[in-house]
């Protein structure tokens, strides 16, 4: 009998602490869906009606050096509208090319897909660079 007993707390033991473990991976799972939620809320993106024009006192480009390459002026989200942030020089990436921003539809309007470094073959990069 006393071992009978003895299974059956051993049982009831293991069967809390699963059961502890189970509370917390549902515990994390509400947490991280809650995260998602609130980030989707906070994260959104500027929609204007028409796309904006690059302004009159654009900066072109001028003297380089081989080790670098001019990033064009683009429009960044600030607040709920966009302002221009001018163009600069910046180093080449080997095994990256910069991809500029452009308008890009949605919904009922234009959104700007900010420009980002793209990663491409080390020999392609080469080719593009030489």
């Known amino acids: 009998m006393s071992s009978f007993l003895g299974y059956v707390s051993r049982f009831l033991y293991v ?16 947490i991280t869906l809650l995260l998602i939620f609130v980030t989707s809320l906070t994260y959104s993106q500027v929609i204007v009606s028409k796309k904006l024009s690059e302004p009159a006192n654009k900066i072109v ?14 429009w ?4 709920k509208n966009y302002v221009w942030k001018k163009g600069y020089w910046t180093n080449k990436k080997p095994g ?7 308008w890009e539809k949605f919904k009922d309007g234009w959104i ?15 080719t593009v660079y030489s």
Not at 15 to 30: A, E, T, V, Y
Request: proline share 0%; net charge positive; hydrophobic share 30%.
């Open 15 to 30: 069967h809390k602490q699963g059961l502890k473990i189970i509370n917390k991976i549902k515990m994390k799972k509400n």
């Open 61 to 74: 480009q001028k003297l380089s050096k081989r080790s670098q390459i001019w990033i064009s002026g683009e």
């Open 76 to 79: 960044v989200e600030k607040g």
């Open 96 to 102: 990256y090319v910069f991809e500029q921003g452009n």
């Open 112 to 126: 700007w897909k900010a420009g980002n470094w793209r990663k491409i073959d080390l020999e392609k990069w080469h």
